[in-house]
């Protein structure tokens, strides 16, 4: 991004927190960061508080979207950050937040639920503009709070939306995680399905079920 990119940005600027090194930044990204933000968040009540964009290249650690080297650039194509509820000032329950990014996210999702900011919990999205294979399965998946990379499925199933697992086991996640997906659909489908003709939350949903039991 150039400096004059910011003026097709609504809701971001070069000197808020987390965009440091915004130069490195891929502007489509930002783009369409921008304009979910714009549209999602001005009819729900919500802003995106960012907690990184751009990561110094190194070498030595594992690949990151966050700043990576191509050909003579250092180029981020990720963001990391919140949707954060403008009345209460706290994050939307993560779910509902991933459920907002499936619509207009065409690169990787990662669902962080145990992230802290300032000393309170902080559960955020991992959003970047990766390139995938046509018929490639999306990148999807959760950080525990050990800092262990996980089947995003797993989270699912944890967080309540499938049940609880054999062993009875549900993440331990901060109260507003208690909301599953289904409850959201169930306060807010007829909402939406009176502006949709089909509602693509619904679909999103039997594909994740579908691909969960095998059929």
Not at 3 to 11: A, G, H, I, S
Not at 97 to 107: F, K, M, N, Y
């Amino acid at each position: 991004m150039k400096l004059e990119d910011f003026t097709r940005l609504k809701w971001f600027a070069p000197h808020e927190k987390g965009m440091e090194g915004f130069e490195h930044i891929e502007l489509n990204l930002m783009l369409r960061v921008d304009a979910m933000r714009d549209y999602e968040g001005e009819r729900d009540g919500w802003v995106f508080i960012v907690n990184e964009t751009y990561r110094p290249f190194n070498p030595m650690a594992p690949f990151t979207y966050h700043g990576f080297k191509a050909g003579d650039e250092i180029r981020c194509k990720a963001i990391d950050g919140a949707m954060v509820d403008r009345a209460t000032r706290r994050p939307l329950p993560l779910l509902r937040q991933w459920a907002i990014a499936e619509r207009w996210i065409e690169g990787g999702i990662g669902l962080y639920p145990f992230w802290e900011r300032d000393g309170r919990p902080f559960p955020g999205l991992h959003l970047d503009d990766r390139e995938h294979r046509p018929f490639e399965r999306h990148a999807r998946w959760w950080r525990d709070a050990a800092g262990n990379y996980r089947d995003f499925y797993e989270f699912l199933e944890l967080s309540g939306l499938w049940g609880s697992t054999d062993a009875g086991v549900r993440l331990d996640l901060a109260e507003q995680e208690a909301a599953t997906l289904e409850r959201f659909i169930a306060r807010e489908l007829p909402a939406l399905e009176t502006r949709f003709e089909v509602s693509h939350l619904e679909q999103t949903l039997e594909k994740l079920r579908e691909a969960r039991v095998g059929v």
